[in-house]
Structures are given as C-alpha cells and as structure tokens.
C-alpha cells in the first residue's frame, strides 16, 4: 500500500494548512456569542468534502446548529460507510493556562496546539483527506456519507430528530467515527464501550436578596453552606452515589470480563504522575481502570456562589448553583437518572431553602460487539499501519448520539479514535501529535478496503 | 434647641448635594483599579472638613488608602471627641440586581439610593454636617478630632499601624462612630457589642490540569467535590462549628443577661418575610437574636471553580476555591481562630488534594459598657430627638477597628448608629433613609452637649 503512504508524504504539508483552516473558526457550541462561527465552520467543512471529490454536499438546518451532509455514491450495491464528526469545540477557559492562542495553531514538538487540535476537528479531519486520498488514487472501495454535527460538546440536542427526518438519506451500513483516544502512540486501541451522560445545573436560594453576614450570619441558611451540604451527601464514604435507585440497572461486569478488561496496560504511578497527584480516589472495591470503564461516576464540573472577586467582602448571598453531571454505563438509562437525581435533589433540600434542578443534557452509554465485521475491519486496518492487533477499551468518556444513531437508525458505529490521553482535549493547552493525524489518514483507507471485503457486498 | 432644626431646615438641600458629590466616587477597596478614586475620596472628606470649619485638616499616608485627619481645637482643657467614619464602601456586585446606577444617588420614596448611602458616606457625613452646625452657631463644646479612614471594608489593615504613629495626634476622650444600625425609624437603640471576624481564602487542587470528566470522573478526586465535602464537615448538625477549640473562649452568657437582651423587639415572622425564607437555621439552643448577637457564626462568602458559563461543559477541574468568614465573638481572639482554623482545614484535606488557606483579614470584637458617660451622652442625646430611651443592642456585625482604637489609644469609642437594617449594606439597592440622615444631624449636637457636661470637663 505504498500509495497510501506516497499520497500523504506528498500532500502533507496542505493537509495541515487545510485542518488549521478549520481550527481557526472558534465554533465553541455552548456560548451563543458564536452562532455566526457555527455556520462559517458547517460552510468550511462543506467546501473540503467538495474538493475531497464529493458528488455532492449542503449545510443543512436542524433546530440547532446546522449539520453538514455530503456524499459519493459509486455504486448502489457496495457498502456505505458513513463517517460522524463533529466541527463544534468546547470553551477554553481558563484561558490564562494555555500556552498558544487557542484558535491559532502552531506545530511544535511534533504536535498540533489549538483548541480542536484533537477533539474533533483533527480527528475529524482525516476522514476528509483520506476520502481525497482514496477518490484520487481510484481506490474508494465502498460508498461514503459524511454527516458533521456542531453541537456534540453540548448534547447533540438536534441530531437525532434531523436524523429520523433524514432516514431514507441515511441509509448505511456501518458509521465511522474518530472521537476517542488510543493507549499510548504505539499501543492501537478501539473503543467498545462508551458511558452515558446526565447533567444538570442546580440553583439554591437562601434569602431573597444578597445580606451582610455579620447581621444574619449564624440566624439565616448560606445558601453556599447548603449546597456544599446537599453535595457532600450525594457520595458516601466509599464514593456511592446515594440517589436511590442509581446503580439499580448497572450490570454488574462478570469477573472473567474484569479479569479480560484488566489486560490494558496501566500504571498507577505513571497515572498519577501524569495528572500530579499524591493519591486515587473512587469508588470502593473497583480499580481505576473500572471506575471509568465500567462503573458510573459523579462529578460538579462547576460551582458559584456569592464573592469571587479580589479581597475579603464578607457576604451572605442570596444564590449559590453548581453544574453537576453522572457518567452512566451501559444500561443505564439517563432519562430515568435525570429523574431519579431531580427527585433526590429536590427531596433533601432543607426548608430554609428553595432548590431548582435544571436538567441541560444527557445520552445514553453505548457497548460495541467485537465480533463483527465492522470492528474487524478497523483491527485489520491498525495491524496493517501499527503492525500490532488493538486492543479493545471501554472508555469511560460519553458520545451520546451514537446510541441515539443504533435506535434511531438502527446502524452501529465502530469508534476508531487516534487521541492520546495526553491531548488535553476539554482542557487549556488541547494538542494532537502529528504522527497521530497522519497515521490515522493512513489507517483509514484500510479499514474501507477490509470493511468492503467483510461486508460480502464487493463489487 | 431650635436653632439646630433651623439650621438644618435651612441647609438640607445643600447637604444632600454635598453627600452625593461624595457618593458619586466609586471607592471600592477591594478592588486595586479604584486606587485613584480612593485618593480623590480623602480629598473631598478633606475639603468637607475645611468648609466645615475645621482648623486643619490633611489628606495622610498609611501604608494602603490614607487617612483624612482634620481638627478644631478650641480650649484644650474641654473634652475631646474623636469622629471616626470611613470613606471606602463595598464592591456593587452583583450589579443587575440595582434599580438605579449605584454610583448615582437618588432620592426616591423617602430615601437615598446608593453604594455608600448609609455605610458609612451617609452616617459619617452627618458628622460633618453636625460638627459644621456647631461651629456656625457658636455651640460646639468640645474639641473635634476627625478621623477617616479608606480601608474599613477590607479590614483596616493599615489604620492600627497609623493610629501607633500618631499617638500624640489622637488624644481624646471618646470616639464617636456612626457605622452601625438602629432598631426601627422610631426605635432608637445603640450598640454596645461587636463581633469581632476571622477570614480566609481556601484553594483545593487535585489535579494539576483540567481533566475530561469522562476519561478521568470516578478514578480523580473532583477538587470541588473535596471543597464541598469540606465545608460540609465544618458545621455538625446542630450548626456547632467543627474547629477544634473553637469554643473555648466564647464567654456564656449569663441567663439573666440573656432576659435583659430578649426585651429587644422581634418578630420571627417578619424577619422571614424581610428576607422571604420559610425557616431559619442556627445554632441549638439559642433564639435568633442570640444567634448573631452572642454566638460565632460559620459563612462561606464565596465559592467557584470548574465551568460556570452558560450551558453544559463536562469537565473534572484543576481548582476550587471559597472565601469563608467565621464571625467571633468578644473574648474570642481572631489572630488564635485563624491559626485554629487553618490548622483544622488542612488538617481534614485527605491526601488526593492540596489545600492552601490564606488569612485574609481578622478583627476582635468589642463590648461598650453602658454606665459610662459617653454611652449616657448619647443614650440622652437619643432621648432628646427620638423621645425615647434608646435600647443597648449587641450587634452580629464587626468593625475590627474599634478594638484596636482601645488597644492602641486606650480610648472607648461610642456607636451611634442611624442606619435600618432594611438599608441592604453591602448588597444592592443600598438605601439610606432622609429622615435618618436628618435626625442623626440633630442628634449630634446634643450628644456634644451632654458629653461636655458629664466629662467635668465644661469650661
């Protein structure tokens, strides 16, 4: 396959120029201030799957931010493989931690820094250029769908409604997608697993206007007091969730499983070392490995309250709010979880105060069977480039949409991802080694050639 | 004493114009980026005074926000009052919650609406005004040392340290201070305890980076998680604080004293529909004016971290952070309280985080006695306008300053407050009412007068 390598050796240097392209549009979802960035990127990604060699493509509208479709049917009765990205990006506060600008990528040290850099733009973006290097080098053994969401960092709120109005346009065999990392650079890795996700923000009130907290301190609820109270309780001493009925649906992962799952490499202390922390902390009676791959986890991913400015004002607020999410397994259901956290929320409030559960996302977790031609076409596909078989992870990380895509469209997705757990994704400073980018447009190719294979449908 | 209705009567317009030019300085001191507008504050204290009628008076040095100090010394062999006021007020945060531009005072509905309206630009500048009456009617009667200070919302950390250096300059009989509150508009009342504050800024790391909430939630301690489950175990269930030794100075208080100070007026109910909370909370065993008069009280001021922008970003953060506030009661040493209470937070970290506390600002608390003749001055002073003995109060507020004055110059001071706790301090929408403003212009004068006549010291 030395055309693969010889195209990419050749093309490289505007692959990059064409992925900082992308990188440079800040479509962060979550912040409304870049509604007019969302459909400049969606517009972007449009242009490079035309140039790519795509029949066509269009920006179309959902309720939210608009999806891109593009496709190249070259014969009805090959397979289609339909490839999932997403062009929108997560906010970059703190902003005072990066080192870079994070929507002016540089390449240092072998790596890509910006915000997207990974997640998912450069993942993403390889299914681009490797769908240019199979149309131009005649090589596309199956037909190709793109479908490129912008609002995956906020929930995929309109994708599974857009997609049951699009089913006939849908219509596939297997969905392709890089949005998960692998083991370290030489260790291939596919994702089996994925969590599912509930979050909700919380608003406690105390008095109804802000008080001086040496009048009413000690005589009048802090509503900051009482939420870190109500959040201390959601966890016992052996980090449960106490919300009753939270793990009644967890499957329980046989020993055999855990002993098989266990084969991942993991070093406690280079874990430890790399986040620089002293000690672990999680639930009781699983390792770390298994309070992320197979167990739920609860975490306040924000909190505020009353003074933050410089200096010492004494305050006793009126508010206090915390966004708080779960990370679910596999059938859980984070309909029912939302539900169940509401209630228990709500229920342990005590009456000097007034508290309001927000539910803001969720999605449901999703497992991956490893004996199905799909996922032994991407095997094939990393032992080709990393000449090592993967191994499969069950990542505790959420890609909601992907169990919506299994009920809505009844396709699943094989989560071929080329992240390092050293990507920061999420975080100041995201970046994306080089070598992973273009190993990935490498392995790509492979994995349409074996795939069409499997499927019995080559032409 | 009509000439004091008079001359109020007469002048009143110009006074409200004077107040507002004061108000209109935005001097915040907790924030570095008023340091100007500090320094134009002095200046115009320092130019009310001269106008006044004031012998000298200068803008001072300290090693923070200067001092204003003015004088008029008629007879060296009469008493001496030493007025205490600030200029500095507190920040306006949160700033959507005011019906009117907080540095634009109007009068509205019977009051002054404005950052500073009543602490302390409003009570201190009736001392101007009083003394100004005194002099342009020939009646002052005693000697008038003023002392104005920029720093008393952070603390007054520099004020001790100038009131050493200039020993000589502030001898006097009593310190005069308007900078507390009164029961009702109709019920006069002083103030005769303090609690003294201990505060600090706390700052919980786990990871050193922001994590994925996904890849990392369950196996990572969550730093706010921590945060809350700390704050959490600083109160036991009877709203007792945890801190080792906490109590060990707080003096009972005896159940006789306890009777005396339950013949203050209050209203449960009232003082829940004030605040619209449908239950209160405090330490067991005490009522709600004990509360936050006789007892300490636990606050968190302020807390954040992680993600608190619109909508949902999942993520595991680095930091949390909260300013926590314990007020103190008299006999109780802030200096030993925040040694106790660093000592025990770091203490109860558990070993996957790393926890700093920083002492932020402290002061000890104050009891006045009420057998003494600047306490009776102003109990008749009370009694002349209002018709009504004025009830002792102990209050739950602070002013740290008025400890160390006895500290340092060994001097009493006295606290004629004119303020209504519904005036919201340190909140939005801080009011002042024009009546109280009034009324402590013409109390003033005849605490002067009764405080000559009872000192032995009348010419």
Redesign the interface.
């Known amino acids: 396959m030395d055309y693969i390598k010889k195209y990419i050796e050749d093309n490289k240097e505007r692959f990059f120029e064409e992925l900082f392209g992308l990188i440079r549009i800040p479509s962060i979802s ?3 201030e870049h509604k007019a960035d969302m459909v400049k990127c969606a517009e972007y990604w449009k242009e490079s799957i035309l140039k790519a060699g795509a029949d066509k493509a269009e920006v179309m509208p959902t309720d939210g931010n608009p999806v891109v479709y593009g496709e190249k049917i070259i014969d009805p009765s090959l397979p289609t493989v339909i490839v999932y990205a997403h062009y929108d990006v ?2 970059v ?2 902003i005072d ?1 990066w080192h870079t600008k994070p929507f002016e990528p540089v390449i240092k040290d072998g790596k890509i820094w910006a915000r997207g850099a990974d997640d998912d733009k450069g993942q993403g973006f390889m299914h681009a250029k490797a769908f240019e290097l199979m149309v131009k080098t005649n090589t596309l053994p199956c037909n190709v769908k793109f479908m490129i969401e912008g609002e995956e ?3 995929s709120p309109s994708l599974g409604k857009w997609c049951k109005e699009h089913k006939d346009l849908l219509k596939g065999d297997i969905i392709l997608v890089s949005d998960t ?1 692998m083991i370290a650079a030489d260790v291939p890795s596919i994702t089996t697993g994925l ?1 599912g ?1 509930s ?1 909700w ?1 919380v608003e406690v009130t ?17 509503p ?2 009482v ?3 109500m ?3 959601m ?1 016992d001493k052996d ?1 449960k969730i106490t919300v009753p009925g939270f793990y009644d649906d967890v499957l329980e992962v046989s020993a055999e499983e855990r002993k098989l799952l266990a084969k991942k490499p993991f070093n406690e202390e280079e874990y430890k070392k790399a ?9 009781k009676g699983y390792t ?2 298994e ?2 791959g197979i ?23 009126s508010k ?4 708080i ?1 779960t ?1 679910l397994v596999p059938n859980q259901d984070n309909v029912k979880i939302s539900k169940l956290f509401k209630e228990y929320f709500e229920s342990i409030a ?4 007034k508290v309001v559960v927000t539910p ?2 969720g999605g449901q977790g999703y497992v991956c069977p490893i004996d199905f031609p799909a996922y032994k076409a991407a095997e094939k596909a990393y032992e080709h480039v990393y000449g090592k078989q993967p191994i499969p992870v069950r ?4 890609i909601p949409i992907i169990s919506t895509f299994e009920e809505v469209l009844g396709i699943k997705s094989v989560l071929m991802g080329f992240g390092l ?1 050293a990507d ?6 995201e970046n994306y080694p080089v070598e992973n980018f273009l190993k990935g447009i490498e392995t790509i190719p492979m994995f349409y050639k074996h795939f069409a294979e499997l499927s019995n449908k080559t032409a």
């Open positions: 979550s912040l409304s997560m906010p506060d703190p931690k960092e906020i929930g990392s969590r996700l979050y923000e105390g008095p109804d206007h802000d008080l001086h907290s040496g009048l009413f301190g000690g005589a009048v609820a802090n900051i007091n939420l870190c109270d959040i201390a309780q966890q980090s986040i620089n922390v002293k000690a672990l902390k999680g639930e770390t490995p309070r992320t167990r739920p986890s609860f975490d306040v991913c924000g909190i505020w309250g009353g003074y933050t400015g410089e200096g010492a004002k004494t305050v006793l607020p206090a709010y915390a966004k999410s990370r005590p009456d000097y105060v803001l996302h990542s505790g990380g959420s757990e920061a994704i999420h975080s100041p400073n």
